[in-house]
């Protein structure tokens, strides 16, 4: 996919997209309305090659994929844009049956409805924007191992994967990307909580949005 100065990319998601990004009184594409993480790392090359691409990060701290669904008119679709990236799953399960409040979170069925019904929106409104779908992903430690994350995420991530298929320009395989990369430092290095990335583990997100994204 090549990404252009015309370009305006919007980043969907959680607390792993928005990364402590300032909401008022930050100018749009600016570091503070960036946030901290992955996203920041991605905006800074792409403005690095191309001067006048847009970036805006709107992921909340929190949501799962129903909260996507509250917010989608407005943080989505009426930005209008060109590249829309989407990385949402972890609290779906974290919520719900990790807390062992079933009730808080997403059952896989809702999950896979839920999500692929905003995509077919956004396909419809949006005819020309180009879907990146990033697998939701834990690494084995801290709260992952505390709680029940398991198998319930690995199941959530095999429905994305499959939603990705169906929809995505490009799929983004964040759980392969940390397992990789476990194999060369202890997990709690890439994200000490199992579900929230280090400084490194933000870099290699965005190293691994840019390969899938500029390669497709």
Request: glycine share 10%; net charge negative; hydrophobic share 45%.
């Given at each position: 996919?090549?990404?252009?100065?015309?370009?305006?990319?919007?980043?969907?998601?959680?607390?792993?997209?928005?990364?402590?990004?300032?909401?008022?009184?930050?100018?749009?594409?600016?570091?503070?309305?960036?946030?901290?993480?992955?996203?920041?790392?991605?905006?800074?090359?792409?403005?690095?090659?191309?001067?006048?691409?847009?970036?805006?990060?709107?992921?909340?701290?929190?949501?799962?994929?129903?909260?996507?669904?509250?917010?989608?008119?407005?943080?989505?679709?009426?930005?209008?844009?060109?590249?829309?990236?989407?990385?949402?799953?972890?609290?779906?399960?974290?919520?719900?049956?990790?807390?062992?409040?079933?009730?808080?979170?997403?059952?896989?069925?809702?999950?896979?409805?839920?999500?692929?019904?905003?995509?077919?929106?956004?396909?419809?409104?949006?005819?020309?924007?180009?879907?990146?779908?990033?697998?939701?992903?834990?690494?084995?430690?801290?709260?992952?191992?505390?709680?029940?994350?398991?198998?319930?995420?690995?199941?959530?991530?095999?429905?994305?994967?499959?939603?990705?298929?169906?929809?995505?320009?490009?799929?983004?395989?964040?759980?392969?990307v940390f397992d990789a990369a476990a194999e060369r430092a202890a997990p709690e290095y890439w994200a000490?909580?199992?579900?929230?990335?280090?400084?490194?583990?933000?870099?290699?997100?965005?190293?691994?949005?840019?390969?899938?994204?500029?390669?497709?």
């Open positions: 996919m090549r990404l252009t100065a015309d370009d305006m990319l919007v980043f969907q998601g959680d607390s792993i997209t928005d990364v402590g990004r300032q909401r008022a009184g930050a100018a749009e594409s600016s570091a503070e309305a960036l946030g901290r993480g992955y996203v920041l790392s991605v905006a800074g090359r792409l403005q690095m090659d191309q001067p006048g691409a847009a970036v805006h990060n709107r992921g909340v701290s929190g949501n799962r994929v129903t909260d996507l669904r509250d917010r989608w008119a407005e943080d989505c679709l009426a930005l209008e844009p060109t590249v829309l990236s989407v990385l949402i799953g972890v609290n779906d399960t974290w919520h719900g049956t990790a807390k062992g409040t079933p009730e808080l979170g997403t059952p896989l069925e809702t999950f896979d409805r839920v999500y692929r019904e905003l995509l077919e929106e956004t396909r419809s409104r949006l005819p020309a924007v180009r879907l990146v779908i990033g697998e939701p992903f834990v690494l084995a430690c801290g709260a992952v191992l505390e709680m029940a994350f398991q198998p319930e995420m690995g199941q959530r991530a095999e429905l994305v994967r499959g939603i990705a298929a169906d929809y995505a320009d490009v799929f983004v395989p964040y759980q392969s000490a909580d199992g579900v929230h990335p280090s400084v490194a583990g933000h870099r290699l997100m965005a190293d691994a949005w840019w390969a899938a994204v500029t390669e497709a």
